[in-house]
């Protein structure tokens, strides 16, 4: 693990027993990073599954907004 990891969580959603996050995880200053996409299905207040997804931030994005 990096001690100077960063994540940013972007967004929280919930739906019932799912959450969705969509992070940003920066492994070191100057890094772009990456996008992450994680789902969660809850049973009472444990994890019951999870998902997750990543991809590289491109650094010369063709969407004028980038990854976020």
Do not use: Y
Request: glycine share 12%; hydrophobic share 45%; aromatic share 8%.
């Amino acid at each position: 693990m990096s001690p100077e990891r960063r994540i940013e969580i972007k967004h929280l959603l919930s739906d019932g027993d799912f959450v969705l996050g969509h992070v940003h995880v920066v492994q070191r200053p100057g890094d772009p990073g990456a996008v992450g996409f994680f789902l969660l299905r809850f049973e009472g207040e444990r994890i019951a599954e999870m998902w997750a997804v990543g991809q590289a931030v491109q650094a010369d994005s063709p969407n004028i907004h980038g990854a976020f």
